[in-house]
């Protein structure tokens, strides 16, 4: 079975710092894997060179076995969708002309969007409980409505592959959970998810697969039990974390002090 | 019960798209009525005395105007009045473009310099190849956008960095290209002392003043309008997707390199066309999609009309003010709308400072 998207070798740095280093997976068509790591270790990055949007420095990236970079951005913007952390608009657009976007890679230079790109966006938006948000102004929505529009945006390019870069951020417990059942939903539908998810608690009982970055660039993958554990956890995420050197200091120098 | 509700919800969609279309299509036709109107109200104001039912009975055959009264419509007011509603559409376009491009509602050819490397184009063209002409192009026409394209690009790649355009960096670049494009131009000026004719010309074009201009020229501007706003149409759907920035724009789909390279081209392609009959006329581009804006909302696709109809209506309006409020002295209507546009433009500063954190 051809995955449908793999990372061969891939590197990736800015300047001189490396953030990926020869990462190598596979995501198979159905699974819902969570992208965890502590913060800035290049889970950002890894969604986006998995989207096309970054050249990877060294590696491939194939989907459907095809080099991402030999294939046009249209082909690739109807499989994979990347819903990013901030969405900043100029203009006062409508919750819905944001949606439409999404159809993008349907049209042509002098087609523009048809009866099936309308039906398209009124079912992202049914998806994701916003038609009713429709006609609002997208830059006047709530931090939990945004999210839900800027993932009605991925969906309406009714792509194969939904990449989510922390979605549940800015999420109250309850819109979490409306959040994660959607993504059950979509799963079922047949959408392939790879979510960067912050919140550790959210990953088991509803990811089928783990991908954990950690500080020195190394990828493990393997399912949420095999990857869930303390020992695995502890080392990447840094606990018990540092403390404050001065903090540190301070407490040694008044330990000093008692004694003498 | 779940379809029944679906259903309902689908048909207030429905009704509400409707209305929505209605209402543009509404607003489309009533510009289209308002720009005949004041181009007629235009045509009729001025020192000999010519009415509208003078002008109807003429157009049905029934009483011919006399030799003067034609001469004076037909030569002097209505290639004007055409002049400044071509000036108007074609300011608004690229100024449209421009904010698209820039995700800026201050961007305009004027602020951003693509109206100076015009100017500094034809000061070039006037002053050493005023004899030359291509397939009826005057080379002050063809160097006015060669200025303004080579302008833009100059701007646009100070102003962007890691990829993003930096509005304040924009801005700045903006104001200093222009500022040391106009002043060449005036030094060019000064290099001209064989010939006062040259200097007359770009006088007028640094204060913005629409002239006479021939029927010939009238009609080849008017055909690069034309063209320009046909190219636009399908980059205005592009420009909605720009808005969400280019890196978002990339992913889907758009090649955002060849969309900016055609939109500054169309952009500058406009205001050369807008230059060549009116010089500098500053804020024109500014403000009328600012409106328009406001009225319809963020649509390109919907701008481009509106813009075009109301920037046409606007400086027809402006330039027939800028002729008969101090009769028979003439204001420049780069001057009036430098006055106009100028306290608008800073309340637009005001009111999007916070949220540009300029």
């Known amino acids: 079975m051809t995955p449908l998207l793999r990372f061969q070798d891939v590197s990736f740095g800015y300047g001189d710092k490396d953030i990926i280093e020869s990462a190598n997976f596979d995501l198979y068509e159905g699974g819902c894997t969570a992208l965890i790591g502590p913060n800035g270790v290049g889970k950002t990055t890894l969604l986006r060179l998995a989207a096309g949007v970054l050249q990877p420095l060294a590696g491939n990236v194939l989907l459907n076995d095809k080099p991402l970079k030999t294939l046009a951005l249209k082909t690739v913007a109807r499989e994979v969708a990347l819903v990013p952390q901030q969405l900043d608009l100029p203009f006062q657009f409508t919750v819905r002309q944001v949606v439409e976007q999404g159809r993008t890679p349907y049209l042509g230079l002098l087609r523009g969007p048809g009866r099936r790109d309308r039906e398209s966006v009124d079912r992202a938006l049914a998806l994701v409980n916003a038609s009713g948000l429709q006609h609002r102004v997208f830059n006047e929505l709530s931090g939990g409505e945004r999210q839900r529009v800027k993932i009605a945006l991925g969906l309406a390019q009714q792509p194969k592959l939904l990449l989510l870069d922390e979605p549940t951020q800015n999420l109250d417990i309850g819109r979490q959970i409306e959040l994660i059942d959607l993504l059950h939903f979509l799963r079922a539908e047949g959408v392939t998810i790879l979510a960067s998810i912050h919140d550790l608690q959210l990953v088991e009982g509803n990811f089928s697969a783990v991908f954990l970055l950690s500080p020195g660039n190394s990828l493990r993958h393997g399912t949420p039990e095999e990857i869930m554990k303390p020992s695995i956890l502890e080392h990447a995420f840094s606990c018990p974390p540092r403390r404050h050197p001065l903090l540190l200091e301070r407490e040694q120098r008044d330990t000093t002090r008692r004694a003498g | ?358």
Request: one cysteine or more; a positive charge.
């Open chain 2, 1 to 358: 019960m779940v379809t029944g509700e679906r259903g309902v919800e689908k048909a207030v969609v429905d009704a509400y798209t409707v209305r929505r279309r209605l209402g543009f299509f509404a607003l489309v036709v009533l510009l289209c009525l308002v720009l005949a109107i004041v181009i007629l109200l235009s045509l009729v104001t001025g020192a000999v005395r010519v009415s509208p039912a003078m002008i109807f009975n003429a157009l049905c055959n029934h009483r011919p105007l006399t030799a003067t009264q034609e001469i004076i419509l037909l030569q002097i007011r209505l290639p004007r009045v055409l002049a400044a509603a071509i000036v108007g559409s074609a300011l608004s376009i690229s100024g449209l473009m421009f904010q698209g491009l820039f995700r800026n509602p201050m961007a305009d050819p004027y602020v951003i310099g693509s109206s100076g490397g015009a100017v500094l184009g034809a000061s070039i063209g006037i002053f050493f190849f005023s004899q030359i002409s291509v397939f009826g192009f005057s080379a002050i026409a063809m160097m006015a956008f060669a200025g303004s394209v080579m302008t833009m690009a100059l701007v646009y790649s100070l102003a962007r960095s890691n990829g993003k355009t930096n509005v304040i960096t924009l801005l700045l670049a903006g104001f200093a290209v222009s500022t040391i494009l106009g002043y060449s131009g005036y030094f060019f000026g000064l290099l001209d002392n064989s010939n006062g004719n040259g200097n007359l010309i770009l006088l007028s074009w640094l204060r913005g003043i629409i002239g006479i201009p021939h029927w010939s020229q009238l009609s080849v501007t008017a055909a690069l309008l034309l063209l320009a706003s046909v190219i636009a149409m399908p980059l205005m759907r592009q420009l909605n997707t720009l808005a969400l920035g280019d890196e978002y724009a990339q992913q889907l789909g758009l090649r955002v390199e060849y969309t900016r390279v055609g939109i500054i081209l169309t952009a500058s392609l406009l205001t050369a066309a807008a230059v060549s009959l009116g010089g500098l006329i500053s804020f024109a581009g500014l403000i009328v999609p600012h409106v328009a804006r406001l009225l319809l909302g963020p649509d390109h696709v919907r701008l481009l009309p509106v813009s075009a109809l109301a920037g046409a209506i606007f400086l027809v309006l402006a330039d027939t003010l800028a002729r008969s409020l101090f009769a028979p002295t003439e204001i420049p209507v780069g001057i009036l709308m430098a006055l106009l546009g100028g306290p608008f433009f800073l309340y637009l500063l005001r009111k999007t400072k916070r949220s540009y954190a300029l």
